[in-house]
């Protein structure tokens, strides 16, 4: 049996730099296919979704051990203590929840069949072409509400700053003749997106015209 990690607890995949996203773009859009930038962006989001995945099926009540991975089924109740049955390992859970908290590592299904089909697409994509085209498609993709709709960009759980700050961040991204067919189209029904949920969020910022080109 394993030894038990006394204090240990979950540590999240971070969201992925802008400015590394921002390279992958401006070298895409001049016909460049960056193998190595293409890997550093595409398994930094591979990581970030997995942590996703896991903090949402951790906050439904299937937490993984911090220290060997094991399943605790739990009721997500404060003081509950989580204790794992293969290393032994123990915490309340509030302290566990405490490390998912206001970290953006939260979405309804729609998101997590998103990022779980990234998972599961990218290791196994094959070309530079491929392997684009998902990390587009990803970082260009909603949340889903009942109500309104898709009205969040995805976007803000993977890449860093504030969601304001991931708007205009992937509003200024590069494109250019020699981008990855479909990279641009992608931004094109982002944008009409944002466009068409600015009320909601009340605020004039996240409104721009169509992209010329």
């Not at 390279?23 to 016909?31: N, W």
């Amino acid at each position: 049996m394993p030894e038990a990690q006394s204090g240990l607890i979950p540590v999240w995949a971070p969201r992925v730099k802008q400015h590394l996203v921002r390279r992958l773009y401006e070298s895409d859009a001049q016909g460049m296919r960056d193998e190595e930038l293409l890997g550093e962006v595409g398994w930094g989001l591979y990581s970030r979704c997995k942590s996703f995945i896991e903090a949402n099926a951790a906050v439904n009540g299937r937490a993984a051990c911090p220290g060997c991975g094991t399943i605790i089924l739990h009721h997500a109740q404060p003081e509950e203590i989580l204790h794992c049955p293969s290393c032994g390992w123990t915490a309340l859970w509030k302290v566990y929840f405490q490390t998912i908290q206001r970290k953006q590592l939260s979405g309804a299904a729609p998101v997590l069949a998103l990022f779980q089909n990234f998972v599961e697409s990218f290791p196994t994509a094959g070309s530079a072409p491929e392997k684009m085209l998902l990390i587009d498609a990803l970082i260009h993709g909603w949340h889903w509400h009942a109500r309104f709709g898709n009205t969040r960009t995805t976007g803000i759980n993977l890449i860093e700053g504030s969601y304001h700050e991931v708007v205009d961040f992937l509003d200024r991204l590069s494109y250019g003749p020699g981008s990855t067919p479909g990279v641009q189209q992608e931004w094109q029904k982002w944008r009409e997106e944002v466009n068409r949920t600015v009320d909601l969020w009340k605020d004039e910022r996240l409104r721009r015209p169509p992209r010329q080109g």
